[in-house]
């Protein structure tokens, strides 16, 4: 049974950082893009990042570049998303999620989610 398993959230400050990392265990990792969501209240599950298996291509949601990191670590079968400069408007439940194949933004959507991790971010 696949599990992706999110940790890092936490409560930080404007202007700090976080590092996110999510394990995916079972996961024949090489063959998955990953990606990191992240839903507010009150709004939908949106893209944050995406990589593909070598980490050669990447997908940053516009509001997100140059704050965001993704990356990965295939021998670990761990994706990471450093957040940096934080911002309120960061505040929300952040998921990694998998998706077979190589399209970086892949149109049958993603098979496998984690469990969420929440990131506070203060005034």
């Known amino acids: 049974q696949v599990q992706l398993v999110e940790s890092g959230g936490g409560l930080v400050q404007a202007g700090g950082s976080l590092r996110l990392s999510c394990a995916a265990p079972g996961l024949t990792f090489r063959s998955y893009v990953m990606g990191w969501f992240h839903q507010a209240p009150g709004k939908e599950r949106e893209l944050v990042a995406a990589i593909n298996w070598s980490g050669s291509s990447l997908y940053y949601a516009d509001s997100l570049k140059g704050r965001f990191t993704i990356s990965r670590a295939n021998a670990k079968n761990t994706v990471y998303l450093q957040m940096n400069s934080l911002k309120p408007e960061d505040t929300a439940v952040y998921y990694c999620?998998?998706?077979?194949?190589?399209?970086?933004?892949?149109?049958?959507?993603?098979?496998?989610w984690g469990q969420g991790t929440q990131v506070n971010v203060s005034s």
């Open positions: 999620a998998a998706a077979y194949g190589i399209e970086l933004i892949p149109t049958r959507g993603y098979d496998y």
